[in-house]
């Protein structure tokens, strides 16, 4: 296993060289994280690469990603544990001339029937993890609730158990696209990284290191014109991800140049809503019309 | 330094960011794994533990330029620490006399380089240049006083613009204009400069300015503080979030839950002898609101706006409608946006309020109003209206308003007037008062009463 780079500048190299180029603040973090053991919630509008963020810190520790995601219903018997009763009674039945019933009782409430799920399975396990829980605001507060526990302590209380507390601390990854303000509780027990979409260098230079055989002169292009897009008024702003995208499928067409035509073609791989379309072809087309006519 | 940092958190609390106890322990251990030289790390670390939204980020920003600005000046004074060499621009005294021509030259360049500076925006030179601008251009001692009008003094004079100026020397960094952003940051940094000026003059702080005199009164002219208005209700919606749940259903519907009987039945050798129910969520209430936007109600539609969508964030299942002479239902708008901008900008746009005449109709309004939800209403819901109740001289139809809240389990009435006011004029609160639980609030302490009647379990209706 790699040892935990010791400076934040040193994580931010490791983790460019896993195709992640990590903002100074999220390289800042994510090392106050791993040398402090505290959760880190992280915050931002879709697709700025929250998610990303955990794989690529998974990758550069060396450790298994285990990862829960989050939807409205999600309880503990999903999250955490959970009896494995078909087991149980198979085991009740297997055995019950001859075993006595203290036994049975004793053993079928044991770790082998025990299903573990994701929280379960990252406090655990023997090799220290990184845990990402995706989208939390997608949960009920009542989750949110039980995951107390778990992000201050590490620990997780089985009542047939008794106290399951951490072997190893995971690094732990909260996501959240802000679509409802968590609570309290659960914020004071993390950091805070708030992920914003990339300036202008930054972001071309994520999209070189995705397509380095696209030209330099369109992937300019292109991420000007990301850009500009994200200006205007739109229900669903484009992503890093979707600027990725769009730069792999000129790639496909060969394209040299990003002209009128080639963007009316292909801006659907950035812009997802009908009525976006329109307010994007008008104002963005009317940009590159006058850029071609100039230069 | 901790207690600098105890100090820096309870600023913060002051302009509403919420810091315990907990949240400095973790300050003081994160301040251990960045290096203190690092101005950004200090300051990002601090941020990752203290201010944990983006509105708590955006304060963190102000009060920390605020307090360690300030921090370092005040230690200075008590030291006695001064500017040993006042900064030496190029030419010392030919800002006076312009008829110096080397000294004109010099004084040239140094407005070139500072638009140079300003164009490749960094910061370091900007703020060197800042010095010695002020040493040039901002006749020492006898500023004006007042440090906004010394700092646009001196930006005049250096030439600085955003707009090209064309009659310059193509060479001229400025010739082009210069980018907005670079220009406000080095605006800031003679700012800056300037009130370290002041404070070596007279060694005193001037009086620490709260970021922004939050009044709690609702603002009332067009130009509103969006902002502070948003910063109560944030407050407000972790009261309303809080409030809520202790108080909501408590009553238990039986729902066999086979998972758990099937658990339990193991320790009674399979045959299920206890029977596990399904656990109850508590069930949200269900409201409807109806929001008058018409132009009486101006200066508080945009308060109320935000509350709507403050209880949007907290309650799931409530339906929105807003109203002039008609109705219009904007549920799915508050759905679709979380941006409060975007929401008002969307109502505004797209609510297709059919205003005709510019005046509340009530009398139509509660028509529409049972006709679109109609059959839904129902004893748990509750219906909220959010109006001045001044009908223009039309009839108020205070049967059919009686006739929605005999429907509904709970109605409020939240009029923006103070009580003062009522049943003066058209104003016909007096006709729906008796079917409703009428409320003032036109500040954001008459909302908090509310929020609590709101929370407060029903007494009217026992089954709910």
């Known amino acids: ?295 | 330094m901790a207690a600098r940092l105890v100090d820096f958190a309870r600023e913060l609390r002051e302009e509403g960011v919420m810091t315990g106890t907990s949240e400095l322990l973790d300050a003081v251990a994160v301040l251990r794994e960045v290096s203190w030289t690092d101005r950004d790390a200090f300051r990002e670390a601090l941020a990752a533990t203290l201010a944990k939204s983006p509105e708590d980020r955006r304060i963190f920003a102000l009060v920390f330029e605020r307090f360690f600005f300030r921090a370092t000046e005040a230690a200075a004074v008590r030291e006695g620490v001064r500017e040993s060499v006042p900064p030496t621009p190029p030419t010392h005294d030919a800002a006076q006399d312009g008829d110096d021509a080397s000294g004109e030259l010099d004084l040239e360049l140094l407005r070139q380089q500072i638009a140079r500076a300003v164009q490749q925006g960094s910061e370091g030179a900007m703020r060197d240049l800042a010095r010695l601008a002020i040493a040039a251009f901002g006749r020492q001692g006898e500023g004006s006083g007042v440090i906004g009008v010394d700092v646009q003094r001196i930006r005049r004079q250096i030439g600085l613009r955003a707009e090209p100026q064309t009659e310059l020397d193509p060479e001229d960094p400025r010739a082009a204009g210069l980018p907005r952003e670079a220009l406000r940051r080095f605006e800031a940094l003679l700012r800056r400069e300037l009130e370290r000026g002041q404070i070596e003059r007279t060694e005193a702080l001037p009086p620490s300015r709260p970021l922004s005199e939050l009044d709690r009164a609702l603002p009332s002219g067009p130009l509103q503080d969006l902002a502070a208005v948003h910063r109560v209700v944030a407050q407000l919606k972790r009261r309303l979030k809080t409030r809520g749940s202790e108080h909501r259903g408590a009553r238990r519907r039986t729902h066999v839950d086979i998972r758990r009987t099937m658990r339990a039945s193991l320790q009674t050798g399979g045959v299920p002898v206890v029977l596990k129910e399904r656990p109850v969520r508590p069930r949200r209430p269900e409201i409807y609101v109806l929001c008058d936007v018409s132009t009486s109600v101006t200066s508080a539609s945009v308060f109320f706006l935000s509350v709507l969508h403050a209880l949007h964030d907290s309650f799931r299942k409530m339906r929105s409608f807003v109203f002039i002479e008609r109705i219009s239902e904007v549920t799915d708008v508050f759905e679709r946006e979380r941006d409060f901008k975007a929401v008002s900008e969307a109502i505004g746009r797209d609510a297709g309020v059919a205003d005709i005449s510019g005046y509340t109709d009530y009398g139509r309004v509660w028509d529409e109003f049972r006709e679109q939800v109609g059959d839904d209403l129902h004893r748990r819901a509750t219906v909220i209206v959010l109006g001045d109740a001044r009908t223009n001289g039309r009839d108020p139809r205070a049967d059919l308003f009686a006739a929605i809240a005999a429907q509904a389990g709970r109605t409020f009435w939240l009029n923006p007037e103070p009580r003062l006011y009522w049943n003066y004029g058209d104003s016909v609160i007096r006709a729906y008062e008796q079917y409703c639980q009428a409320f003032e609030c036109w500040t954001t302490r008459h909302l908090e009463d509310f929020v609590e009647a709101l929370a407060r379990p029903t007494s009217t209706s026992p089954d709910s």
Request: glycine share 4%; net charge negative.
């Open chain 1, 1 to 295: 296993m790699n040892a935990a780079p010791a400076q934040p500048a040193d994580l931010a190299r490791r983790l460019r060289a896993t195709g992640y180029l990590p903002g100074e603040s999220a390289a800042l973090v994510s090392h106050l994280a791993i040398a402090l053991g505290k959760p880190v919630l992280v915050e931002g509008p879709a697709g700025v690469g929250k998610t990303q963020l955990a794989k690529a810190l998974a990758e550069v520790l060396d450790r298994r990603l285990v990862r829960l995601q989050c939807y409205e219903g999600l309880d503990e018997a999903k999250a955490l544990y959970e009896w494995n009763y078909r087991k149980q009674l198979l085991r009740i039945q297997a055995e019950s001339d001859t075993a006595s019933w203290r036994e049975v009782q004793d053993d079928i409430f044991g770790e082998e029937f025990l299903l573990e799920r994701p929280l379960m399975d990252a406090i655990s396990s023997p090799e220290p993890v990184v845990l990402l829980i995706d989208e939390i605001d997608k949960t009920d507060q009542e989750f949110e609730a039980m995951l107390l526990e778990l992000l201050s302590d590490f620990q997780i209380s089985v009542p047939e158990l008794g106290r399951i507390e951490a072997r190893t601390r995971p690094v732990v990854l909260l996501t959240s696209n802000n679509t409802r303000e968590l609570t309290e509780a659960l914020k004071r027990r993390c950091l805070y990284l708030w992920l914003d979409y990339p300036e202008l260098e930054h972001e071309l230079e994520i999209v070189r290191l995705h397509t380095p055989q696209l030209g330099d002169e369109i992937t300019r292009r292109l991420v000007e014109v990301v850009q500009m897009v994200r200006e205007l008024d739109l229900k669903k702003p484009p992503s890093i991800a979707e600027s990725i995208d769009w730069a792999r499928a000129l790639l496909l067409l060969g394209a040299r140049d990003l002209d009128l035509d080639m963007f009316r073609q292909t801006m659907s791989v950035i812009v997802k809503h009908r009525a976006d379309l329109d307010v994007v072809a008008e104002r963005v087309g009317v940009r590159l019309a006058a850029g071609a006519s100039s230069g």
